[in-house]
C-alpha cells in the first residue's frame, strides 16, 4: 500500500513537471512570436539610431581596432560629418563615451550576420538579436522566479513578461538595456543559488557577469550594488568583500581602454555624464507623466499596476522577498542619480520591468481573489489601458463598452458587501474572466502598434 502510495505521488510530481514544462515552452514560444510580429516594421527605423551607435562601435573595434560611431557632443574634436540611410550622422572617432562589450556583441552579430563594415548596415541585420536577447530574458526570469518562490509564480511572472505589450515591443530595439536586463536576471540567479548553497562559484559567477556589464555600460553598475544590498542585508560582509573583489577590476578595465584611446577626450566625456543634461530634481516624475516606450507615448495600465504592486511588496516578509526589493532599490537609486529625463528615452525604464512584473505575479498569486478591493483597483488599472490599446484603437471609444466594462469589475466588489457563496462565485468566475481577457488583449495590443 505505502509502495503503491509513493508512486503515485511521484507520478503526479512527474506529471506537474511536465505540465509546468509544456506551460513554459507554450510562453516562450508565445513571447518569441510577438516579439518576431513586426519586428523590422515596428519600432520603425529611426526611432532611436542608438541601435546603430552600439552597432558601430562593435563593428569599427573589430575590423579597425578603433572605436568609430555617431554622437552630438562637442568633447569630441576628430569628427565627420555624414548623411547615411538620408539621416545625418556626426560620426566621431575614438567614440569613448560608453564602454565597449555591448557594442563588440552587436557589432559581432553585425558582422556574423553579413555584414562588411559600418556603412553597410541596415537595422534588419541586428533586430533579430534584440529577439535572442528578449528570449533570454523570459527564460532567465523563470529561473529567477522559480528560484526565489515557485513554479506557479515563475509561470505568471514569464507569462505577463512574454505578453504586456510595453515589454514585447520595447524588446525589439538593439538598446543596451534589452542586453542588461537578461544578464542581471542571471547574476540575482546565481546569487539566489549562491544563498541557498553556499557554493562560492555562484558568487563569483555573479560577480565576473556584473563586472561585465559595467563594461558594457556605467549605469549597469547597478547590477553589482543589487547584489552588495542582498549581502549587506544578510550581514555578509566577507563575501562582499570577494564579491567587489571580482567585479571592481574587470570594471576598471574601462579606464584602462578609455585612457589607451584619449585620456584626455576620456576625462571630459566623463565630465559631461557626471553632469548629465536634462537631470533635474523632479526627474523622476517623468517615469509617470511621460511613458515613453520608445519615443512616443504607451500608457500601459501593466506597469502602472507594476509600482503599486512593488509598494505591496515592500509591506510583505522583507527577507523573503529581498532580492527583488534590492535589485529594483538598486536601479531606482542610480535612476534617480544619474539618468536624465530625456524625451524619447524610454529604454531608460526598462530595467524596472522585469521586477515589476515579478511583483506583480505575486500580486496576483497572493491578493487576487482574496482581497476584493484590491482585485477590483487591479481590473480598473490594467482593463482601462488595455481597451484603450484595443477597442479604442479599431473601433473608437464607445460609451456603451466602457460602462459595461465598469459593471463587469464593480462585480468584483460585491463579496465586500454580500458574503454569500453565489455571490463570491460569480465575483471569482468574472475576475478569472477578466484576467484571461487582459492576457489575449496583450497579444491584440501588440498585433495592433503602430506608430503611424
Given at each position: 500500500?505505502?509502495?503503491k ?9 512527474t ?10 515552452v507554450?510562453i ?16 520603425r ?27 552630438p ?5 576628430n569628427f ?24 563588440l ?6 558582422i556574423l550576420?553579413?555584414?562588411?563594415g ?29 528560484e526565489i ?44 543559488k ?50 567587489l ?12 581602454y578609455?585612457?589607451?584611446?584619449d585620456k584626455?577626450?576620456f ?12 537631470l ?6 517623468a ?31 522583507f527577507k ?17 542619480s544619474?539618468?536624465?529625463?530625456e524625451?524619447?528615452?524610454g ?8 521586477f ?11 491578493h487576487?481573489l482574496?482581497n ?28 456603451l ?24 462565485k ?9 484576467l ?8 491584440w495590443?501588440?498585433?495592433?502598434y503602430?506608430?503611424?
Amino acid at each position: 500500500m505505502f509502495i503503491k502510495y509513493l508512486t503515485n505521488l511521484l507520478t503526479l510530481k512527474t506529471l506537474q513537471t511536465r505540465i509546468s514544462y509544456l506551460l513554459l515552452v507554450l510562453i516562450l514560444f508565445l513571447g518569441l512570436s510577438l516579439r518576431f510580429n513586426n519586428l523590422f516594421i515596428w519600432p520603425r527605423q529611426g526611432a532611436t539610431f542608438d541601435e546603430y551607435a552600439w552597432t558601430w562601435q562593435g563593428i569599427s573595434l573589430i575590423k579597425n581596432h578603433v572605436p568609430t560611431s555617431w554622437s552630438p557632443h562637442p568633447q569630441y574634436k576628430n569628427f565627420k560629418d555624414v548623411i547615411y540611410q538620408k539621416t545625418h550622422f556626426r560620426m566621431v572617432t575614438p567614440f569613448l563615451e560608453h564602454p565597449p562589450v555591448f557594442g563588440l556583441v552587436a557589432g559581432s552579430f553585425a558582422i556574423l550576420n553579413g555584414v562588411q563594415g559600418i556603412y553597410d548596415l541596415h537595422f534588419y541585420d541586428i533586430r533579430p538579436l534584440a529577439v535572442v536577447l528578449g528570449f533570454l530574458s523570459l527564460v532567465f526570469l523563470f529561473l529567477l522566479v522559480k528560484e526565489i518562490y515557485d513554479t506557479k509564480t515563475a509561470l505568471i511572472a514569464s507569462l505577463l513578461y512574454a505578453t504586456i505589450p510595453t515589454i514585447a515591443i520595447g524588446s525589439r530595439i538593439v538598446q543596451n538595456e534589452n542586453f542588461f536586463i537578461p544578464f542581471w536576471l542571471l547574476a540575482l540567479f546565481f546569487t539566489a543559488k549562491f544563498l541557498k548553497t553556499n557554493k562560492n562559484i555562484y558568487r563569483n559567477l555573479a560577480g565576473i557577469i556584473c563586472g561585465l556589464l559595467i563594461l558594457a555600460k556605467i549605469p549597469w553598475v547597478a547590477g553589482a550594488l543589487s547584489i552588495v544590498i542582498i549581502l549587506l542585508v544578510l550581514k555578509k560582509y566577507k563575501d562582499i568583500y570577494k564579491f567587489l573583489l571580482i567585479v571592481a577590476p574587470i570594471a576598471l578595465l574601462y579606464l584602462v581602454y578609455g585612457f589607451y584611446f584619449d585620456k584626455e577626450l576620456f576625462v571630459s566625456l566623463w565630465k559631461l555624464q557626471l553632469n548629465r543634461y536634462d537631470l533635474v530634481f523632479n526627474s523622476i516624475y517623468a517615469l509617470f507623466q511621460k511613458p515613453y516606450l520608445v519615443d512616443r507615448f504607451y500608457t500601459d495600465g501593466w506597469i502602472y499596476f507594476g509600482w503599486f504592486s512593488m509598494i505591496l511588496l515592500f509591506l510583505k516578509d522583507f527577507k523573503k522577498n529581498l532580492i527583488v526589493i534590492a535589485a529594483f532599490l538598486a536601479y531606482f537609486l542610480i535612476f534617480l542619480s544619474g539618468i536624465p529625463d530625456e524625451a524619447g528615452h524610454g529604454w531608460y525604464r526598462y530595467p524596472f520591468y522585469p521586477f515589476l512584473i515579478i511583483s506583480t505575479a505575486i500580486f496576483l498569486k497572493d491578493h487576487f481573489l482574496k482581497n476584493w478591493l484590491l482585485t477590483f483597483f487591479f481590473l480598473v488599472f490594467v482593463g482601462t489601458s488595455l481597451f484603450q490599446l484595443t477597442w479604442a484603437t479599431v473601433f473608437g471609444f464607445s460609451y456603451l463598452i466602457f460602462r459595461i466594462s465598469i459593471i463587469g469589475w464593480s462585480i468584483s466588489l460585491l463579496p465586500l458587501f454580500i458574503s454569500k457563496k453565489p455571490v463570491i462565485k460569480l465575483a471569482t468566475f468574472m475576475s478569472l474572466f477578466w484576467l484571461g481577457s487582459f492576457i489575449l488583449m496583450n497579444i491584440w495590443s501588440v498585433f495592433l502598434y503602430n506608430e503611424q
